[in-house]
């Protein structure tokens, strides 16, 4: 009796044969030569990927006789025994080893010593071993893939304690998350490390958790291995799972709107946390360091009043024209770094107006200040940054739509706020982390239901490979956490190097920042020149933003350098800044005496600003005083009046031609032409 895939194949007339083709290579022509027919089915036939998707194609009732034949010695049992231990009639049964029989799954020959007895099914023996790491992989949960305290509640104590006994010498009674936090002591997982008898894994483990952050799709395992080294999944699994250090597993997580399905080797979780968190030394290769401070929040206020000043219209997408587009970037102060365009940041500038509604759009397509954008500089500096970080992370970076982002940067916010902001991390060390995270809690948010519930009917519902999901997170850093402020990047050349919590970051996300002690000098100088300089000595970003407000940034490094000019303080008068505010945070701040040029330069050129108004009316002009004293008394008139610009002019809200005002003007004499 045949016992393997070649055997059954050999065995297989070419009609059979070419319908197993149609079923296990549904995507490409039957060949014409009978043996790379065969050649193809077999590759099929013992693929994890390929026999995952075809056992999800199985009805319920035949997928349950398949695992009872996998179940038996040799994954053989006679048909008619099936209705004893599986509920059901025998009629059904038959039905489902013939569909078996007919896409592949089982074998029915009689036992060479029984010629007349009853026939025997059996799935073929490397399609059996397959089948059952598939299956087995299926029905584990994600946190038993993904992390150390999941695998260790997967397994018997008996060989918990086998496992971990040797290297935490009498911890092993321990809590399942607590055994798996000793575990991950990196003293402990260098010891585990150096037992793997694979020396090839010893050096792919490494790589799994530095490039990939410890899950690695078999399709790119060509990037980190050698040539001479093959794909192993259970050689691989069993080296992992026996030091507790990872799995390898076949992974499926397209009902969660993740682009995966094919094996994977995975470093767990709490192994993979704190390699990642290990600082980068200071001396690493950094050549500059990109900070934007609270260059976002200077600039949201001058886009603000850029607007109020302004006529900006935008179009029916809501996109700004170009001319205003590039009218307000030529005054940026935020600093790109080459990291993204002044389109983008500009972008962003005006999305977060919109979506904090600091802004409206007026039927007549012009942007215009609502009552809260009005108020925007009565918010205290750091609610104002909570309000555009919380902001951020609803804010997309394409217009693909991705189910996963928020979900994703949340967890992101809560990572970020473990970090020590003293020190620099890999720039993916952040990502990653939260990735698996997001991971992990899957079934506990219930994505899978929300998943399949926005997007049951398939059609552009959005998916997100693990390795693309962090490289947005990486993105999102660079892209909208930088220009904010909450991180400051490290750069060698226009390469992203490392990654630090800036002090205006920790303080948005509640952390308590280190006493930097007393501060002894004031942090600003005014010079006669009208140049004024800030020393970083003094983390205050209120006055940096103040400063913002009338001043000209010149440059931003160490010092910053601002200068006054008229157009700067004209400006800020406009926007409601007045001469006394602005001497006032000079003087308050500064070491020396403001010069008196300087200060009476401010209240000149302050004083030099004149407002008029402008309003739409309808002007009524009467040929007499007496008639547009009769008409201001009448009462259906006396609401429409905004002022009497002369004796003989009358301004109106609007024309008075309801028939109420119309009859009353009549009745009074008065008629309109």
Known sequence: MTNGVDGFLRDRKRPQ??????????????????????????AAMIDAQTVASRLKLLPGRV???????????????????????????????????????????????????AEDGPPIVTVPKELAETALACLRDDSRKLDSVL?????????????????????VNGSVDLARPLLARRLADPPIVEARLAALPDAELR???????????????????SRIASDSVAWDRRAFRDQLEKLLLGTAAYLSLEE???????????????????????????????????????????????????????????????????TATRKFLSGLVSKTEGLLTDEE?????????????????????????????????TVPLYEKLRRAFAQSLLDPLTSERDFHQVGLRKQFASVLAMLDMENWYDPMCVPFLARNRYLVDLDRTGAKARYQSAFQHGGG??????????????????????????????LRGERVVAMRLSSLGATVLGIALPSEGAVERKPLIVNPDFEVLVFAEKRDYNLVYQLDKFCVRIRTENIYHYRLTRESVSQAVVTGVSADEMIRVLTDNSRNRIPQNVEFSIRDWAAAVRFVSIRRAYLLEAE???????VMALPSIQPLVKMRVSETVLALRDRPDSAAAIQELRNAGVYIR
Request: proline share 6%; hydrophobic share 45%.
């Open 203 to 221: 050096q792919i483990v490494p790589a799994v958790i530095r490039e990939f952050g410890g899950i690695l799709a078999r399709s790119h395992f």
């Open 461 to 490: 519902a959005p998916t997100s490979d693990p390795a693309k999901m962090s490289w947005n997170l990486f993105q999102f850093t660079v892209r909208r956490l930088f220009p904010l402020g909450i991180v400051d990047l490290a």
């Open 17 to 42: 044969l070419e319908e197993l083709h149609a079923f296990w290579c549904p995507d490409r022509e039957i060949p014409e030569d009978r043996a790379d027919m065969e050649r193809a089915v077999r």
């Open 345 to 377: 940041l500009f972008g962003f500038l005006v999305r977060t107006a919109q979506h904090l509604e600091l802004v409206r759009v007026s039927a007549q397509q012009r942007l215009l200040l609502t009552e809260e954008g009005k108020a925007w500089e």
């Open 624 to 630: 007499n005083p007496e008639t547009i004293d009769r």
């Open 147 to 167: 992390t150390l305290h999941g695998f260790l509640a997967s397994i018997s104590p008996s060989e918990v304690r086998k496992r971990a006994e040797r290297f």
């Open 63 to 113: 997928l349950d006789v398949l695992q009872f034949v996998l179940a038996q010695p040799r994954h053989s049992v006679v048909p008619t025994r099936l209705a004893g231990p599986l509920p059901g009639h025998q009629v059904d049964f038959d039905a489902a080893v013939r569909t078996l029989l007919q896409r592949g799954f089982v074998d029915a020959q009689r036992d060479g010593d």
């Open 256 to 322: 969660y709107g993740i682009n995966l399905m094919e094996d994977v080797l995975v470093v767990f979780g709490e192994i993979v946390g704190p390699a990642l968190l290990q600082p980068i030394p200071h001396d690493a290769g950094i050549e500059r360091v990109a900070s934007s401070s609270v260059n976002f929040l200077s600039d949201l206020s001058a886009l603000l009043a850029f607007i109020d000043a302004v006529d900006v219209r935008v179009t029916q997408k809501n996109d700004l024209y170009k």
